[in-house]
């Protein structure tokens, strides 16, 4: 009796030791997400870009949920067929490796469960007598500590597939690429037995042996009995197929800022369409090929409804370091240019100040010391918001931008997402509208998708679970105008194809100052796509702007996208837009009377039946668009009121706005004129005197001497000129002067010429002469 107490005594005191040193020296047991590595997965789960872990190694996140069950089946048929019955270590196995090792003379099967495996994983253990007591001794502990799934989970991350590569799931990418929920039974066989031996049984260097090695694991399964026969033999005639091992670099800099952005993140599900990626980037490399040295290029694709990024190529050539490839100009703060101005005119719509067909002139003009010129420095006289907006012309542009106000302007694009940054200490001024602040693409992206969305856009999503905020950028009804305006505005020749011209689409395209960025963006009814070329470091490319060099980009990149039928469907406009003619210069619709105040007739799209006025004068100009005058029956002259006549008839005249007279033609400058005065009357009201280009007469001919390679000159002034003069020749900016000082004109060599002297007020002349070799 005392021996029996004696023996429990000792075995109570060895209990207590074991306990004691189980706590003491646990197990170093990882939680399932410590040192893994990053992974960015598209929206459809195949890996973009994966960030090694700390250690270096490849290891995805995975849990047996995520890996196809019949890898399961294969890794404890193979490895472990006891593993959910036993407590770490199998003593029926071990007893069976220690026979079969004295009966062959060498080691046949381990005996090792995979819990002794993970042991082995998570802490370097020698591999002799000693070290195998001490993992059988861990394995204890670990099942002491974790459920089974938790064991399996760990062996899935963390079990070697040869060189850097960690886990199943990495495995499976890695060698196969496909994720491990979707492996074969030939497959989930070879990675099975791969972690054994990984670096002789590697399929993408030794085939054959892993070809044997997987055929030993499906004879295995047989025997076992665990899967069907039939199955078993299609999976044996399977190849051992396996392609270079490669991490995955699929929209490198998108994956990179994800992982910028939530750096604590181990998978990043993300919005990416996989096979328009690699489409686009494929695409892009190409393009690029024809841009200068240096230069780059990035694209956006969203979807309009959505706003999910599906396409993100943040640079043309990601390794390329003498294109800065590295740089992600999708992020990076950069002029604009003129692809503001759709939401300026939206703006200018929603607040009543204009209607599509409303007048505006495109002619010299300063606004409180600024002088905006276009591209080119073409002016075009009358145009209506329409075309300001197609030919996107920078003079109406910024008359809008003044009455809208810098300040409001900025506000309403800073509350849909779209951020102005300005120089420090700078307040917004009228150069915003023409690309004088910075933005980033994938903000203006998502503010150009409220065109096609109701007006709603706001900030793009980058991930599948993400929330974004919706916010309103223009009414539904102004965003349906300007997107009307701009899908009708054509391509040029050499891009339209039917390819294309079936979809609608809107498109803008814009120039930064010193030819530094070229845009284009595109909107069909499902996408928007935003182009940018430039050079990351911000030096010029001379002779590359919008139209000629990211337009071609962004209409080769659409032909490859998918097509709806709401892509070709027709366009109906909500029910706060409406058509309306209207009548130019006065602006109002053409009635009874009021006939033959309609010199020319325009169709407008009016935003809840708002009429505003066609045409803002400027400041300092009081007269009034129609004046009343009486004629005097019998002669036709007008009558002022200190003049009598025996019989006189009141009549309207509609007058055009000054500076829009120099671009009229004779016969409608005749119908806006006020008639003569009746001989014998004065006119008690103060006339504008007028302004005549002196130096040259109207008809000229200018002989070149022949085989001069000088450029023909004359010296001319601007007589009645009042304050600066602006000189154009074929309505293209050739020079200013001041008052009636002399101005030296440069001709082009050969033809007609038509020369246009237009001063501060309004007044003008204009001629044409001839250049004759």
Not at 110 to 135: F, Y
Request: hydrophobic share 40%; aromatic share 6%; glycine share 8%.
């Amino acid at each position: 009796m005392l021996a029996w107490h004696k023996h429990l005594a000792v075995g109570g005191a060895l209990l207590v030791v074991i306990v004691m040193l189980d706590q003491l020296l646990p197990p170093p047991i990882p939680s399932s997400m410590a040192r893994a590595s990053t992974l960015v997965l598209a929206r459809d789960g195949t890996p973009l870009r994966v960030f090694v872990s700390t250690d270096g190694v490849w290891r995805y996140p995975v849990t047996p949920a995520d890996v196809s069950p019949l890898y399961v089946d294969a890794l404890l048929g193979y490895e472990d067929r006891w593993f959910f019955q036993h407590p770490g270590v199998n003593p029926v196995a071990l007893v069976r490796a220690v026979v079969q090792a004295l009966q062959h003379g060498e080691v046949i099967s381990g005996g090792s469960t995979l819990t002794m495996q993970v042991a082995r994983l998570i802490e370097p253990i020698p591999r002799h007598a000693g070290g195998k007591l001490k993992q059988m001794l861990r394995a204890l502990q670990i099942e002491r500590r974790l459920t089974k799934a938790e064991i399996l989970t760990l062996y899935l991350e963390r079990a070697p597939f040869g060189g850097t590569v960690e886990g199943v799931e990495a495995a499976s990418w890695a060698y196969l690429g496909k994720p491990s929920k979707q492996l074969s039974r030939s497959e989930a066989a070879m990675l099975a037995v791969l972690p054994q031996a990984p670096s002789r049984l590697r399929p993408d260097r030794h085939p054959q042996a892993a070809r044997k090695a997987r055929d030993k694991v499906l004879d295995r399964m047989r025997r076992q009995g665990q899967w069907p026969e039939d199955a078993l033999i299609e999976a044996v005639q399977e190849p051992v197929v396996s392609r270079r091992l490669v991490p995955p670099m699929l929209a490198a800099l998108f994956a990179q800022r994800l992982r910028h952005e939530q750096p604590d993140a181990r998978v990043l599900r993300s919005t990416i369409d996989v096979a328009l990626q690699r489409l686009f980037e494929s695409r892009l490399t190409a393009e690029v090929t024809r841009l200068p040295a240096r230069s780059s290029a990035a694209v956006l694709l969203i979807d309009n409804r959505t706003r999910d990024v599906l396409v993100y190529v943040g640079s043309a050539r990601f390794a390329d370091e003498d294109r800065l490839g590295h740089v992600d100009m999708i992020r990076a703060i950069r002029s604009p240019g003129s692809t503001l101005k759709p939401f300026l005119y939206g703006l200018a719509f929603d607040a009543g100040l204009v209607h599509s067909a409303s007048l505006m002139v495109d002619a010299p003009q300063t606004f409180g010391g600024y002088r905006p010129s276009n591209f080119g420095d073409f002016f075009h006289g009358p145009v209506t918001v329409a075309d300001a907006l197609r030919r996107s012309l920078n003079v109406p542009a910024v008359e809008l931008l003044q009455q809208v106000t810098p300040a409001r302007f900025t506000a309403r694009l800073r509350h849909a997402g779209l951020r102005l940054v300005l120089p420090r200490a700078a307040v917004p001024n009228l150069s915003i509208i023409l690309g004088g602040t910075g933005t980033r693409l994938d903000q203006i992206a998502g503010a150009y998708a409220a065109l096609a969305n109701g007006g709603v856009g706001g900030p793009v999503r980058m991930l599948i679970d993400e929330q974004v905020q919706d916010r309103e950028v223009l009414s539904p009804g102004a965003a349906w105008i300007v997107r009307d305006i701009l899908e009708t505005n054509p391509l040029p020749d050499q891009l339209s194809s039917g390819m294309i011209n079936d979809v609608r689409l809107a498109w803008k395209t814009g120039t930064s100052y010193g030819y530094r960025d070229a845009w284009a963006f595109g909107v069909t009814p499902t996408y928007t796509l935003g182009v940018w070329t430039g050079r990351p470091d911000g030096t010029p490319m001379p002779g590359h702007y919008g139209a000629v060099t990211a337009l071609p980009m962004l209409v080769n990149l659409l032909r490859a996208l998918p097509r709806s039928a709401a892509d070709r469907a027709p366009s109906t406009p909500p029910a706060s837009v409406s058509s309306r003619d209207i009548c130019w210069p006065t602006g109002v619709p053409e009635v009874g009377d009021r006939e033959s105040l309609c010199h020319v007739k325009q169709t407008a799209w009016l935003l809840d039946g708002n009429l505003p006025p066609t045409h803002v004068p400027p400041p300092g100009d009081n007269l009034p668009l129609v004046r009343s005058v009486a004629i005097d029956t019998v002669t036709g002259h007008r009558v002022p009121p200190n003049c009598a006549a025996e019989s006189t008839r009141l009549a309207q005249v509609a007058r055009w706005p000054l500076p829009a007279m120099a671009w009229l033609s004779i016969e409608a400058r005749r119908k806006s004129s006020l008639p003569p005065v009746k001989p014998g009357c004065s006119e008690w009201v103060e006339t504008l005197r007028s302004l005549h280009i002196d130096g040259i007469v109207p008809g000229t001919v200018l002989r070149r001497a022949p085989g001069s390679e000088r450029v023909p000159r004359v010296q001319l002034s601007a007589r009645g000129a009042d304050g600066r003069v602006y000189w154009l020749v074929n309505d293209k900016l050739a020079g200013l002067s001041e008052g009636e000082g002399r101005f030296e004109l440069s001709l082009p060599q050969a033809g007609m010429s038509s020369i246009l002297a237009f001063d501060d007020r309004g007044r003008f002349d204009r001629l044409s002469l001839r250049v004759v070799e």
